[in-house]
């Protein structure tokens, strides 16, 4: 099994659309889950973090099930900035090194 | 906040030839900086993990005397990718995070695209 496992997309949606990225992690002691995101030949920036209780910030919305191990982000009304790689990541437990899933292209379409 | 730098953005050298590739944050102190490389329609993957003043901490199969890693102040690091062949063309990103353990989020530079010839 895979460390970190996202859905391998692609996405096309139109403007306006939920759309929702799913992840899985192997390591049971990840403390710590982020959501990237990454446009294309550029760096990755975090988007959010995410917490147990589920946190919400703006159109985004991010769940954490622990039990699962698995993630989710949620991005309402999308908009044509929404355009990116998603990578889903995670912290390893007792170290510090971050593990990043292969990332799910969305494309938001007019 | 939270700025990272990398220098230079984009690099051509021959095969053979040494690449130095700076990393700094602008605006806070960087106790550990990481290096990554990723290629095409890869995720990105750890290479090393250096904290200020000491050795850095190679991922298993990244070979320590091809990729030396310099981390001598809390707001710089540097990647030399000795004797580069074809093979190292990629994309090499530094992060940087202000705290010690894990938890904290890391804040990417512009990433330096290495291209060798």
């Known amino acids: 099994r895979k460390e970190v496992e996202q859905d391998p997309g692609p996405f096309n949606v139109p403007e306006g659309a939920t759309v929702a990225f799913n992840c899985t992690y192997s390591?049971?002691?990840?403390?710590?889950f982020f959501w990237y995101r990454q446009d294309c030949r550029k760096e990755p920036k975090l988007l959010m973090s995410?917490?147990?209780s589920g946190n919400e910030d703006g159109r985004f919305t991010a769940q954490l099930n622990r039990a699962s191990q698995y993630i989710s982000l949620l991005i309402r009304d999308s908009k044509l900035s929404d355009s990116a790689t998603y990578l889903c990541?995670?912290?390893?437990?007792?170290?510090?090194?971050?593990?990043f899933g292969k990332g799910t292209l969305l494309t938001v379409n007019p | 906040g939270a700025v990272v730098s990398q220098h230079p953005s984009r690099v051509i050298c021959k095969s053979g030839t040494s690449v130095k590739i700076e990393c700094r944050s602008l605006?806070?102190?960087?106790?550990?900086m990481f290096w990554y490389r990723q290629f095409p329609k890869q995720s990105l993957m750890l290479m090393a993990t250096?904290?200020?003043?000491?050795?850095?901490?190679?991922e298993q199969g990244v070979e320590k005397d091809k990729f030396l890693i310099n981390h001598a102040s809390l707001t710089l690091s540097t990647l030399t990718v000795t004797s580069a062949h074809p093979e190292d063309s990629s994309f090499y990103i530094c992060?940087?995070?202000?705290?010690?353990?894990?938890?904290?989020?890391?804040?990417f530079g512009p990433g330096t695209r290495l291209t060798v010839t």
């Open positions: 995410v917490y147990s």
């Open positions: 990541v995670v912290n390893g437990g007792s170290n510090y090194k971050l593990t």
């Open positions: 250096s904290n200020e003043g000491s050795k850095a901490t190679y």
């Open positions: 992060s940087a995070s202000s705290g010690l353990a894990g938890g904290h989020e890391q804040y």
């Open positions: 390591n049971s002691a990840s403390q710590s």
């Open positions: 605006d806070f102190q960087a106790t550990t």
